[in-house]
């Protein structure tokens, strides 16, 4: 018998980054829980890793953390299930992996090398107010300037799969 699993929703971006940028991360994480699935995300104490978990939390959701070291502490407050790699930054093809939907937010080169990984594993890739198109042309990335534009693509998304 099969049962049906919640949808993991990987978030991606930078540690360090604007209010603007961490005040939409909070809010996504939070309309990712309102809609019952699942955050994952880098797990750090920084940035869109903190923000999006924060946000997630404050609506009772669970939050994975996929976390480069090799110690729970490196965890942010709000990570539910702490998955300690010892990878470095080779952990980013776990996020991606992992996750049923990739949304990035604006980061750095990790970011841009999870998106990478997402599309060359085909999982669909959406955009928060970062776009990178330029740097992947020819590639199906998916833009929005906000998270509840954010949630209806990721919507579509599931339904397709």
């Given amino acids: 018998m099969q049962t049906s699993r919640k949808p993991i929703i990987g978030v991606m971006g930078g540690g360090t980054v604007g209010q603007e940028v961490e005040k939409s991360a909070f809010e ?7 809609n019952g699935w ?3 995300n880098g797990g750090r104490d920084a940035g869109v890793m903190r923000a999006s ?6 609506k009772g959701g669970l939050v994975i953390g996929i976390l480069p070291g090799f110690q729970k502490t490196q965890a942010n407050p709000f990570i539910d299930i702490p998955i300690i790699t010892g990878m470095g930054d ?3 093809v776990i996020n ?3 996750s049923d939907v990739v949304v990035a937010c604006p980061g750095g080169a990790g970011t841009m090398s999870e998106i990478a990984f997402a599309l060359k594993n085909k999982k669909p890739v959406i955009l928060l107010n970062f776009d990178v198109r330029p740097f992947f042309i020819g590639y199906d990335l ?3 300037s906000t998270p ?3 949630i209806d693509v990721i919507k579509s998304c599931i339904l397709k799969n």
């Fill in 90 to 92: 080779a952990r980013n």
């Fill in 96 to 98: 991606v992996l992992s």
């Fill in 142 to 144: 998916l833009f929005v």
């Fill in 38 to 40: 699942i955050l994952l």
């Fill in 148 to 150: 509840v534009q954010c």
């Fill in 28 to 34: 996504f994480g939070a309309l990712v829980a309102e």
């Fill in 53 to 58: 978990a924060m946000g997630a939390k404050s």
